[in-house]
Each structure stands twice: as C-alpha cells, then as structure tokens.
C-alpha cells in the first residue's frame, strides 16, 4: 500500500526557519507562516542580489518526493536550486561546494509560473530533519529573486512524533 503523500509545510518549526539574503520587508516567513501554501500578496524577496539560502527545519523526521515554488514575476522568478538536508548551520560556503548538495534542479519558466510540483531523488530525501534550498540564479538574471509560494511533498516518517513543544522541568 503506498503511502499518502501530503504537504509537509504543517510540519515546519517556525522557531527555527531562516532565509539568508532576504529582504527585510518581504520575508521567507511571510510565506509559510500559516503552514499552507501562501494565496495572498505576501512574497519573499533577496535582498543584496539573487541568491536566497532557504532553511525549512521539520518539528519530526520526514521523506520527501517534491518542492513546489511558484512565482508572479517570471524574470525574478528561481532557476537553479541546489538542495541540501539536515545541516544545523549552513552558509553561501556550504552550498558553493558541490559536494554537500544532494541534488541541484533547473526549473523552467512554467514551473514557477503555474507552481508545478518537481519530484526529486526519493532515495537521497528519506530522513529530512531539515531542508535548506540554495537558489543560485534566477531565470532572467535580474538583481531579486521573488518567491510568492513554496511548498513541499512527502510524508512524516511513522514512528517519530513533534518534541518541538517540549519544554525542560526544573528539578524541585
């Protein structure tokens, strides 16, 4: 039986997401703090040039299939991805090297524009505690990078639970 394939953004610790190079008027968290796909006018934005350094952490361990991101300017919207998983803290340096990168993907013009789900490498996204999606370029090489939805596939894995809520108790 296959399992059911669900967004994963109900999943995100908000506490603990981050987006280097954003702008200060249109951030990351603008976007995914509902934990559902943004509808709005909300969007995020680079802010020095166009490359964005996405931190999506998971209050549990999950498997991912797809990421969506969907944006309104096609010129500022991104190009070239480069996926990496599970680094507590992780810089433009990190992602520069090839080595630390699970997957890079191109994503074409009408994939932003309509949102379209791109699968990716199963097998390399299977126990995700975090996801940090380094966007390299944009698809006409404009100064910003808009992002106006993201959103991301797969399914919790069975077995682990949210300890984001607890709390340490003082011994009395």
């Known amino acids: 039986m296959a399992e059911q394939e669900v967004s994963l953004l109900e999943y995100l610790d908000l506490s603990q997401l981050t987006c280097l190079n954003e702008s200060e008027e249109h951030t990351l968290k603008s976007i995914v703090v509902d934990k559902k796909p943004n509808t709005g006018s909300a969007h995020a934005l680079s802010d020095a040039d166009e490359q964005l350094l ?3 952490p998971f209050n549990q361990a999950v498997k991912i299939r797809s990421i ?3 944006s309104a ?3 500022q919207a991104p190009r070239t991805l480069r996926l990496v998983t ?3 803290a992780l810089g433009f340096d ?3 090297d090839a080595a630390s990168v699970l997957q890079e993907l191109t994503l074409a ?3 932003v524009r309509e949102g379209r789900r791109v699968p990716l490498r199963f097998v390399r996204f299977q126990s995700v505690n975090s996801l940090h999606i380094f966007v390299v370029s944009n698809q006409g090489g404009e100064d910003e990078t808009r992002i106006d939805s993201i959103d991301v596939f797969g399914m919790p894995l069975q077995g682990t639970r949210d300890v984001s809520g607890l709390r340490k108790v003082d011994d009395e």
């Open 54 to 56: 996405i931190s999506l």
């Open 68 to 70: 969506a991101i969907r």
């Open 73 to 75: 300017s096609a010129s």
């Open 86 to 88: 599970n680094k507590p």
């Open 94 to 96: 990190d992602v520069e």
């Open 109 to 111: 013009p009408e994939d």
